[in-house]
């Protein structure tokens, strides 16, 4: 059995600080008259720990130790319970406050799956289709963009395959993100009207480019379409329904008691929890934000678990799962769906001989890397997350090559219990 892993595949409870704000004009929308709202006696079984979880600690302190890694944390989902889970190290570099169970960790543009969730629960609503263009869902922003986007759709944007260059491609939107003004919808309505008027790098539906502004461009259709922010609806739809209570826009920002992990630059730099730690709002829908313990996590990770191997979710039929799961050449020598990397591989099969189906995500804000492998002919998935990031690619050993190394060694103590 293969060691290698491709390195390409692989609490709203704060205070409220976020509001919708906005609504764009009915005409030629899907829009709402009242906003978005979940009966709120509806509840739903989440993830429980098996009866005996095995305990990661030992093997993370070694692997910790062996990168050079400030803290790591990994979990594992075997038939949608927690069998194995384990924290190692500190939580800020040259302190002896060691991480916790309960921590929260950035989970970078693994943040993308949860988007594309909650596009999926509107479209199985009837609020938005997959095929839902730019023209009729941004109508006020319509003159404002080029020809080559009036038609793009939802779907194309949750792919990659609209055609927008990366955000630092467009200097004006790029300069006007990082100001981080106006509530967070008003900010990505900015940036998204900035994006829809610069010149796409191929035409859109004829390729694909990994874009973090493509997932703002879609999380403010959402906002416009329902008049509630991406962070309202996220919550709603999602975290509020699986049991999810810790995730939210960052840690606390009393940084002296070290209270949480905070992040780390190249060098084992630690960097203060702050508004300024995080990415602006325009990147949240992909994931430039987000916060979240391991458990709750695992929460979201066993629901689309469950939905790759054919099943109905608490979220979503499985119809849409496959959806979300089903995906198309990159021309990088993998696939991307919608929110998740698909590819196949041997250790993923089973007893079978063959190759296995995964789903997969990473995700950086260049102070934390986080990466999650969901296998679903195993019935197992594996999360892991470091609070240090990926920007020192021109040492010997990256901190994606590392994580990769630590998932494997999480999988195989899986595949070896």
């Not at 799962?321 to 021309?331: A, D, E, Q, S, W």
Request: aromatic residues 8%; contains cysteine; charged residues 20%.
């Amino acid at each position: 059995m293969s060691r290698k892993l491709s390195r390409r595949s692989l609490n709203f409870g704060l205070p409220l600080i976020f509001s919708a704000g906005y609504r764009e004009s009915k005409a030629g929308t899907a829009g709402l008259s009242e906003p978005l709202t979940i009966p709120s006696n509806i509840s739903y079984p989440a993830p429980i720990a098996a009866d005996h979880v095995r305990n990661l600690n030992n093997l993370l302190e070694v692997k910790r130790n062996e990168h050079g890694l400030p803290a790591v944390t990994a979990l594992t989902l075997s038939q949608g319970q927690i069998v194995a889970k384990g924290e190692a190290g500190v939580r800020k570099a040259g302190s002896s406050v060691i991480v916790r169970p309960a921590d929260r960790w950035h989970i970078g543009s693994c943040t993308k799956a949860m988007t594309a969730t909650m596009i999926g629960i509107l479209v199985e609503r009837g609020i938005l289709d997959w095929n839902t263009t730019l023209s009729s869902a941004l109508p006020t922003l319509r003159e404002q963009m080029l020809p080559d986007y009036q038609n793009v759709t939802v779907e194309m944007l949750l792919g990659h395959r609209a055609g927008f260059a990366r955000g630092h491609a467009v200097p004006a939107a790029w300069r006007y993100t990082w100001k981080r003004e106006d509530t967070p919808v008003l900010h990505r309505r900015a940036v998204s009207a900035m994006m829809l008027k610069s010149e796409p790098i191929y035409p859109p539906g004829n390729g694909y480019a990994y874009s973090n502004m493509g997932y703002c461009i879609v999380g403010h259709i959402a906002e416009a379409i329902t008049g509630e922010s991406w962070e309202s609806l996220i919550k709603t739809l999602i975290f509020d329904r699986l049991g999810i209570t810790s995730a939210g826009p960052g840690p606390t920002y009393e940084s002296e008691e070290i209270e949480c992990p905070w992040g780390h630059q190249r060098d084992n730099i630690p960097i203060a929890p702050s508004p300024e730690a995080n990415y602006p709002a325009a990147f949240a829908p992909g994931g430039g934000n987000l916060h979240i313990s391991m458990t709750d996590w695992s929460r979201f990770v066993a629901e689309h678990l469950k939905g790759a191997r054919g099943e109905n979710g608490q979220l979503l039929r499985a119809s849409t799962y496959h959806r979300l799961h089903t995906g198309k050449p990159t021309g990088e020598g993998n696939c991307y769906g919608l929110g998740w990397n698909v590819s196949d591989h041997s250790w993923a099969k089973g007893h079978d001989k063959g190759r296995g189906k995964c789903l997969s995500h990473n995700g950086t804000i260049l102070s934390w890397y986080s990466q999650v492998w969901v296998a679903p002919e195993r019935d197992m998935a594996v999360m892991c997350v470091t609070n240090i990031g990926d920007r020192n690619r021109g040492n010997a050993l990256s901190i994606s090559h590392k994580i990769n190394d630590i998932v494997w060694a999480v999988i195989s103590e899986e595949l070896n219990a």
